[in-house]
């Protein structure tokens, strides 16, 4: 917190000086599912080869190696069978269902494709309802203790369900003196997408967060999704920000797709009232250049960019 004050406050002392207001949004971690550590002081990436058998555990302390790895999800032989895909690390890994041991909380893999990952890799069960609340109690901390504290406009809520899950943010910024910070739920899973109607009635705004929604579903589908979110914001009047991979490849290179830039306004003539950046701005060289890429508006009838 210590850290992301001090950002804060350079954020605001910058803002202030230029005369801009500039909204400040806090991003919850949500019910993630993470791989463990591996055995080895000098050891953080592991090869992993295609056809190869893998053993996951639900035992998160187990420092693993190509052959077996920690999953930090208690439940996982539970809620997995044979023949199911097990996505690692934004899909660089897929992983098919061998065999589930209760038991043991393990479960037998497949390896289906050649890659090297590191530790730590997010991990998605397509198609399965995940048993972890949606706001678990760092991110409770994070509100409380952070947001509200730091003033900050808006609350990112990472991995939104059921509009219970708006309703009970709600409640924790009503009762912790936050009445004023709004809420802005991330879609980002099959779940959300079922009662998404409750959910955006609950809302204050809706995030369409592509990355992990294209892991949970078919990536062909992402597009029916999207189109149906702002479909949905724009009937109830609500905001609806358009997020992640906008312009990917530009995290490595200071110049965008023509596909990027398709997706960009494609999402404009959708109706999303916002495009976000996230890796393009937050890990690459070429952070400016996309985001003078980016502002322009699109709708304009030239291509994004000119």
């Known amino acids: 917190?210590?850290?992301?004050?001090?950002?804060?406050?350079?954020?605001?002392?910058?803002?202030?000086?230029?005369?801009?207001?500039?909204?400040?949004?806090?991003?919850?971690?949500?019910?993630?599912?993470r791989?463990?550590?591996?055995?080895?002081?000098?050891?953080?990436?592991?090869?992993?080869?295609?056809?190869?058998?893998?053993?996951l555990t639900s035992d998160y302390s187990f420092l693993g190696d190509k052959n077996k790895i920690a999953c930090s999800y208690p439940k996982l032989a539970?809620?997995?069978?044979?023949?199911?895909?097990?996505?690692?690390?934004?899909?660089?890994?897929?992983?098919?269902?061998?065999?589930c041991d209760e038991a043991m909380g393990e479960v037998r893999c497949r390896i289906m494709n050649d890659t090297t990952i590191g530790e730590r890799k997010n991990m998605n069960l397509p198609g399965v309802e995940v048993d972890l609340p949606t706001f678990t109690e760092k991110d409770k901390d994070d509100i409380v203790n952070f947001g509200?504290?730091?003033?900050?406009?808006?609350?990112?809520?990472?991995?939104?369900?059921?509009?219970?899950?708006?309703?009970?943010?709600?409640?924790?910024l009503q009762?912790?003196?936050?009445s004023k910070i709004k809420i802005i739920s991330k879609i980002e899973n099959l779940q959300g997408l079922e009662n998404y109607d409750d959910i955006v009635r609950q809302s204050d705004?809706?995030?369409?967060?592509?990355?992990?929604?294209?892991?949970?579903?078919?990536?062909?589908?992402?597009?029916?999704?999207?189109?149906y979110m702002i479909?949905?914001?724009?009937?109830?009047?609500?905001?609806?920000?358009?997020?992640?991979?906008?312009?990917?490849?530009?995290?490595?290179n200071p110049r965008p797709t023509r596909a990027e830039c398709s997706d960009v306004a494609n999402a404009v003539y959708d109706g999303t009232d916002a495009v976000m950046l996230s890796g393009e701005t937050a890990n690459g060289p070429f952070f400016k250049e996309a985001v003078d890429v980016m502002a322009p508006p699109p709708s304009a009838g030239a291509p994004a960019g000119e």
């Open 148 to 172: 509200i504290k730091q003033k900050v406009e808006f609350i990112a809520a990472s991995f939104v369900r059921t509009g219970d899950d708006v309703r009970n943010l709600r409640r924790l």
């Open 205 to 227: 705004a809706i995030m369409v967060a592509r990355g992990d929604l294209g892991m949970e579903i078919p990536p062909a589908k992402v597009f029916l999704a999207q189109k």
């Open 175 to 178: 009762e912790n003196g936050g």
């Open 35 to 55: 791989t463990g550590f591996f055995a080895g002081d000098d050891v953080d990436k592991i090869i992993l080869e295609k056809n190869k058998e893998i053993v």
């Open 78 to 99: 539970t809620s997995v069978g044979p023949g199911q895909e097990i996505l690692v690390a934004d899909g660089s890994l897929v992983l098919t269902v061998l065999e």
């Open 1 to 33: 917190h210590e850290g992301h004050g001090k950002t804060l406050a350079r954020l605001r002392k910058v803002a202030g000086g230029k005369g801009r207001n500039i909204a400040v949004l806090l991003d919850t971690k949500g019910p993630e599912i």
């Open 231 to 252: 479909r949905g914001a724009n009937i109830e009047g609500k905001p609806v920000i358009t997020a992640t991979q906008m312009l990917e490849s530009m995290i490595g």
